[in-house]
């Protein structure tokens, strides 16, 4: 949550920081109107627990919830043994942080019997706090503000249970697609499996034919087929650690994918992006030319890119520009780094977020594609000024032994190939 703040813009944070001042002066002018010192103290206190129980993590709910419940069914029975009591508000404030609660400890709550009391709780502290004004004033308190205060905690009511309502559904929604997702794990991990099984049985066919025509393999040719058959087995258990790690796990990636090497195909999304909006370039390191990449490799990059293009697609604003370079790492060439940026504004609430079906996992399920390749995925604004424009979605991964070896044998690569 401190993180999402500390995101922002400037100015969104000044904004939203002018209505909580607002409404701390507001419980401050409430508790100063009572006139008596102790009184007031209490009021402000009683309010600021009322307003913490709002924002407050959803795991420090109850607690605080029934601690400010406590406190403001405390001070109203207090406040009605004083002779000197509230003469303008009882804490306006405090009452409609009270009916927000209601709403809240519906919605949030995990326990039956927990909910129904902070509920009912909240609704009587709500109930009995204008009873802190003076004794003649209680006469117009129950003709005029008790049925407001009652048909407030219905309204509350019904709003905690329609956002408890739509969380459930988008829950399900999101269970639903994840359970997709990993339907297509599992074809996926057919695939990847069958590629490289595919190839041990062909080179062990390839010694055996070799050998039935009496012209066997020497010990150094026989040695290099072996190791290709090593290799090639070794990758078909990294594929199956990898996507069943992700099948496992509560997310998971989107998309099938088909084995494959060839980042050519990169070129297919950039091109239909240009097509459909911002124009896109893409930039790749001649290096990769010559790198046999692994399926599990190659699909990564292409999901990197994909859900990039689809997220400026989707969420930018004023993009004018897209950028996709893929290239090894100039610090450690045992890595591959892909990153895409756009020139334009989160235009949509949850720019950063994951892009995809309604709600959008994309980025949750590309996260999780990522990581079981021990590799990071990061996204967010271009440069650290927020003024500046730009978003940028960037994963790094590494590379498996067998194409490491080639890559430290290379220069560095230039500036690339631009399409």
């Keep these: 949550m401190i993180q999402g703040f500390s995101r922002r813009p400037i100015w969104q944070l000044a904004l939203m920081s002018l209505p909580a001042a607002l409404l701390l002066t507001l419980l401050v002018a409430e508790g100063l109107a009572t006139g008596y010192a102790p009184t007031a103290a209490a009021t402000i206190v009683s309010g600021g627990l009322c307003v913490a129980a709002l924002v407050v993590p959803a795991g420090w709910f109850s607690r605080t919830a029934a601690l400010a419940l406590v406190w403001s069914l405390a001070l109203t029975v207090v406040t009605t043994q004083l002779v000197q009591r509230p003469e303008v ?108 099984v595919t190839a041990m049985i062909a080179q062990t066919k390839a010694v055996r034919y070799a ?45 099938v994918a088909r084995p494959g090497t060839d980042l050519g195909a990169l070129r297919e999304l950039t091109e239909a992006a240009t097509s459909t909006g911002a124009p896109a370039t893409l930039t790749l390191d001649p290096a990769l030319a010559e790198l046999p990449l692994t399926p599990e490799i190659a699909t990564a990059v292409h999901r990197v890119v994909r859900e990039a293009l689809t997220n400026a697609r989707k969420h930018g604003s004023g993009v ?35 892009v995809g079906g309604s709600g959008g996992f994309g980025l949750i399920g590309l996260t999780e594609r990522v990581h079981a390749l021990g590799g990071t995925l990061t996204t967010g604004p271009r440069e650290r000024d927020p003024a500046m424009r730009g978003w940028q979605v960037a994963a790094e991964l590494p590379l498996p032994t067998s194409v490491t070896a080639r890559t430290g044998r290379r220069e560095p690569a230039g500036d690339g190939l631009e399409g």
């Design 211 to 255: 050998s039935a025509q009496g012209r066997a393999p020497d010990p150094g040719d026989l040695d290099v087929l072996l190791a290709g058959i090593e290799q090639a087995g070794s990758q078909a258990m990294e594929s199956m650690r990898g996507m069943v790690s992700v099948l496992r796990s509560d997310t998971s990636g989107n998309g």
């Design 320 to 354: 004018e520009a897209i950028t996709v370079d893929v290239r090894l790492s100039a610090q450690d060439r045992g890595r591959l780094c892909v990153v895409v940026t756009d020139d334009g504004h989160p235009a949509k609430p949850g720019r950063g977020a994951p």
């Design 89 to 196: 508000t009882f804490g306006v404030g405090e009452m409609a942080a009270l009916l927000l609660l209601t709403a809240r400890a519906i919605r949030i709550g995990r326990r039956l019997l927990t909910t129904v009391a902070l509920a009912l709780g909240s609704g009587l502290a709500t109930a009995v706090e204008p009873l802190r004004l003076q004794e003649l004033e209680y006469h117009n308190v129950g003709n005029y503000l008790e049925p407001v205060l009652a048909l407030g905690f219905v309204l509350a009511t019904v709003l905690g249970l329609y956002l408890r309502l739509l969380d459930t559904y988008r829950s399900r929604e999101r269970a639903a697609d994840l359970q997709a997702h990993r339907l297509e794990h599992a074809r996926e991990l057919h695939d990847f499996v069958a590629h490289h």
